[in-house]
């Protein structure tokens, strides 16, 4: 096929590359070692590069020749690259353990630079180019928290917005907003960015030793949009898996009698909305986007009614006849909110709350707290991406991988928001990643561009590629064939040529 001539830049992605090492095995899929790929557009021609991003956690481990550090679902013991006794004291002493730089996740941008980043609070800066692995960066040097999004937000300005949990003080613990700032004045050395981090806000999370876990959160022009669901991390169990002998994933429970709560943050005055908004249990992964209008917020996530999905990836489960075995008993569902950040004080115990046209609702409560329910806009898929340049306004497309009741996509979609129509890709044996949408320089509407997808294939004979479609009809304009085996990866993005720092010396 043909590649439009517009497209030059690197489609960088990143996921678990290698779950054995020497006789040891990881136990999930998340924990594998982080393996970079690229895929490098220059003047219609494709090349490929991967490389495992050299952390501490791989060099330790490779220097090992077994795991040693433990990731989220596999408990390593003892580490030869400390002392057991001083290892053990830490658990005790240290409400939370040291976690690994394996940043196997996403990428993120800061002005000029990516890294790899992870859950935990370590990411990696990279070279986006030669795939090198650069400095390590601890978050919890300059701001209080112990966990982080792998999904941050860019605003116009260029900052990055990101979210982080903060176990550190006993007793307090909350979620916290900060903010990036793409540069620095020049007289100040490098990484400073991290020096002039600032702390947006702080939202008290409603149980202390219970976090909520998450993975995203949204951002509209005016708020951010955070949600506290009812899978959470149990801190006291977390603190002491090591000494018990069990993973950190097992510290982590969905109670499906309790609410899910609504966060607003006005940016402006940083403060909470005081009204409290809430619904059903649910886990969520994925926001999608988010946006005002008429004094509703109105957000797009996608949600489960359990965690089973989490548990489909454990490497016992991962056989050669995983997709016909394992099935998910929750169907991820796109749900829309529709919430009245504006409505009459004087509105009736019972009434629906929302103005706009929408089958969601919420309803008042005799608390005055606010009841809601979505809008249930599909079923079925995951990996959401948007054309990021309407992130936080009105828009209409969803890009996203397809799963029904089994975890492993097998098509891509698009899907309009407003009209519930529905396009896909698809071919047998084909198992898509994440699609990213690519706007082309002189794009007038909402999909104009091409979307990028790695195809990995689950017949062995056929090789992996890269495939990219025309945004707007979605049919196939080319695809690249790699020669090597691919991994399924997780999450990444596209650096127009433009954004790459070339060294000129």
């Known amino acids: 096929g043909q590649l439009p001539t517009w497209l030059q830049g690197i489609l960088l992605r990143n996921g678990p590359g290698m779950h054995t090492i020497g006789d040891t095995k990881y136990n999930h899929w998340f924990d594998g070692l982080a393996l970079l790929h690229s895929f490098t ?40 690259c400390k002392n057991i006794f001083a290892k053990a004291f830490s658990y005790l002493s240290h409400t939370i353990p040291e976690f ?24 990696r800066k990279i070279d986006p180019q030669t795939l090198e692995t650069l400095d390590k960066v601890d978050y919890s040097k300059y701001v209080a928290v112990n966990m982080s999004t792998s999904h941050p937000h860019y605003d116009s300005a260029g900052n990055v917005l990101n979210m982080g949990t903060s ?16 540069s620095v004045p020049e007289k100040e050395k490098k990484n400073s960015c991290f020096k002039n981090l600032e702390v947006v806000c702080s939202i008290p999370s409603r149980s ?40 950190w994933a097992s510290c982590l429970a969905y109670n499906k009698e309790e609410k899910t709560w609504f966060h607003f943050v006005d940016k402006k005055t940083k403060k909470e909305v005081s009204t409290k908004f809430y619904t059903d249990a649910m886990v969520l ?12 917020i109105i957000f797009d996530i996608i949600a489960y009614t359990d965690n089973s999905l989490y548990e ?18 929750s169907i991820p569902t796109c749900k829309r909110f529709v919430v009245p950040l504006q409505y009459d004080k004087d509105a009736e115990v019972g009434s629906n709350l929302v103005t706009l046209p929408s089958t969601a609702t919420a309803v008042k409560e005799k ?11 599909c079923e079925g898929i995951e990996l959401p991406r948007i054309n990021y340049d309407y992130n936080g306004k009105k828009y209409k497309y969803v890009f996203a991988t397809e799963v029904q009741w089994n975890p492993v996509p097998t098509k891509i979609a698009k899907f309009n928001v407003q009209t519930k129509e529905m396009l896909h890709w ?45 945004a707007k009809t979605f049919k196939e304009l080319g695809r690249a064939t790699v020669d090597v085996e691919m991994h399924l990866d997780l999450h990444g993005m596209f650096i127009p040529e433009k954004d790459l720092k070339f060294d000129t010396e």
């Open 41 to 80: 557009f220059k003047n219609g021609e494709v090349y490929y590069r991967s490389k495992y991003l050299r952390s501490d956690s791989y060099n330790c481990n490779i220097e090992a020749n077994r795991i040693v550090v433990s990731e989220f679902g596999t408990m390593a013991y003892p580490d030869p």
């Open 100 to 123: 690994t730089d394996n940043c196997l996740i996403n990428i993120m941008r800061t002005g000029n630079d990516f890294y790899a980043t992870s859950e935990t609070n370590f990411i």
């Open 167 to 182: 176990i550190v003080d006993k007793g307090k613990t909350k979620y916290i907003l900060f903010k990036i700032p793409p």
């Open 208 to 247: 202390l030793l219970h976090p909520s876990y998450y993975h995203s959160f949204g951002i509209t022009e005016n708020y951010i949009v955070f949600i506290e669901q009812p899978f959470r991390l149990d801190i006291v169990k977390m603190a002491t898996a090591y000494i018990r002998g069990v993973n």
């Open 285 to 296: 992964f994925h926001h999608i986007n988010a946006y005002e209008e008429d004094g509703h």
């Open 312 to 329: 489909m990836f454990y490497l016992k489960k991962l056989t050669k006849d995983f997709t016909e075995k394992n099935k998910l008993t």
């Open 367 to 377: 608390d005055g707290s606010i009841y809601c329910q979505p809008e249930i806009l």
């Open 426 to 470: 698809g071919e047998d044996h084909c198992w898509p990643s994440e699609p990213i949408f690519v706007p082309s320089p002189d794009a007038r509407e909402e999909d104009d561009g091409i979307v990028l997808t790695c195809i990995v294939m689950s017949d062995p004979k056929e090789a992996p590629f890269l495939l990219v479609l025309d």
